[in-house]
């Protein structure tokens, strides 16, 4: 068998940005003043309609992800190819079983009041669902709370956990959009990789 071949690191983080084509950081400061929220911290470019993405409008996902695309990390997670190990990984569970463990992943680690490492749970790698969530911004709370205006420090209601769910399962129709319902036999490759690290908050 051919050995795995690991994917480039990741060479931008939450905060990076490229302006100048159009790809910024919303990721809010203490201290910033009311009228600095809600803009690119780096050029203050004001692109998002926080009010309309904040009705949390499952019929709106196009204009959500358009939206979450004019920040620079959710951009690249759009647009980067889903790593060869986390194909195999969503061939082998299916469509169904993959939006599953969606559930169970958002559950486990952003539904509760306070998630285990919370900003530090969802790796970069190796999983179609990593990707889902960091270009969802459904990661960690702190995303979580500015792109989607759910507050930190309590569990998240069934509207919000469905709301969320629903972005995740949109986006994998999106990037895996020929994967079957159910399982497909696929061989493993040596030399995989160990669960990569997460993005630092």
């Not at 749970?121 to 709370?141: E, F, K, S």
């Not at 629903?166 to 994998?172: A, E, K, M, N, S």
Request: with cysteine; proline share 7%; net charge positive.
């Amino acid at each position: 068998m051919d050995n795995f071949q690991k994917p480039p690191p990741l060479e931008i983080k939450c905060t990076s940005t490229d302006c100048d084509n159009d790809l910024h950081c919303f990721k809010q400061l203490k201290k910033m003043t009311p009228e600095q929220r809600g803009k690119c911290r780096a050029c203050s470019a004001d692109l998002v309609d926080w009010k309309r993405l904040h009705r949390r409008d499952r019929g709106d996902a196009a204009h959500t992800f358009g939206a979450l695309q004019r920040e620079m990390i959710r951009h690249h997670f759009f647009h980067r190819p889903v790593d060869e190990h986390a194909v195999r990984h969503a061939q082998r569970k299916g469509r169904v079983a993959l939006k599953e463990s969606v559930r169970d992943r958002l559950n486990k680690y952003l539904a509760v009041a306070e998630p285990p490492r919370d900003g530090r749970q969802t790796p970069l790698q190796g999983n179609a669902i990593y990707y889902a969530q960091h270009a969802t911004a459904t990661c960690c709370r702190t995303c979580l709370e500015y792109w989607h205006d759910i507050p930190k420090g309590r569990r998240l209601t069934t509207e919000e956990f469905d709301y969320c769910a629903t972005l995740v399962d949109l986006f994998l129709d999106l990037k895996l959009p020929n994967l079957a319902d159910q399982p497909t036999k696929v061989s493993r490759r040596q030399g995989l990789p160990p669960e990569p690290e997460a993005l630092s908050p």
